[in-house]
């Protein structure tokens, strides 16, 4: 027989209530949200498409809570680094692994995706992509209660699920359109 539980489902992880608190939070912020690396403004509008799509892109390659670096090693990467080895066959040992290890995975992290979409340059750039990884921290402050709290740590919980982080991008997506900018200071101008 299953077991139930009282956890809320992911999607409502993240209620009006939280997004209002979240507000409030950046209001209270010393620091400017929606102001990017560049210096210039994004609009609520451009960081919720930004995150729209890092959950897309997360659904079409897959999400993981954190890169196992420690599985190189179990697949042999390390006999390249064999003193009997000839530089022949170092090279080859690096060249099929990298082959046939390094590039093979199409998964992301939370932080990777945010950071994919904004080099891609389709559905955001490096200042969406910024503040939306500070509007996801705020969303994840309210949630927690924790002035500390940082999305990126909570999404690599090891009970996080990829609905928690879809909930987490779509409730980030509701924040940016409801409490963002509705143009950029280059569009008032």
């Known amino acids: 027989m299953p077991t139930t539980t009282n956890a809320p489902a992911p999607a409502a992880l993240f209620s009006d209530e939280t997004l209002r608190e979240a507000s409030r939070i950046t209001a209270d912020s010393y620091q400017p949200l929606w102001t990017g690396p560049s210096g210039e403004q994004s ?7 930004h995150l729209e799509a890092t959950s897309a892109l997360l659904d079409k390659d897959g999400w993981i809570r954190v890169y196992d670096y420690g599985k190189d090693w179990s697949t042999g990467a390390h006999l390249a680094d064999d003193d009997s080895m000839t530089v022949k066959d170092m090279l080859r ?3 099929r692994f990298v082959r046939d290890e390094s590039g093979t995975e199409p998964h992301r992290t939370l932080s990777t995706a945010l950071r994919h979409i904004g080099e891609a340059g389709k559905a955001g750039d490096t200042d969406t992509a910024s ?4 509007v996801l921290d705020r969303v994840i402050q309210a949630h927690t209660g924790s002035d500390s709290a940082r999305a990126t740590p909570w999404s690599e919980r090891q009970h996080r699920t990829h609905a928690d982080i879809t909930a987490l991008l779509m409730a980030g997506a509701r ?4 409490y963002g900018p509705r143009t950029t200071a280059r569009q008032e101008a």
């Open 43 to 49: 609009s609520g509008e451009a960081v919720a498409r």
């Open 93 to 95: 040992a690096l060249l």
């Open 131 to 134: 503040v939306a990884g500070h």
């Open 175 to 178: 924040f940016a359109r409801t």
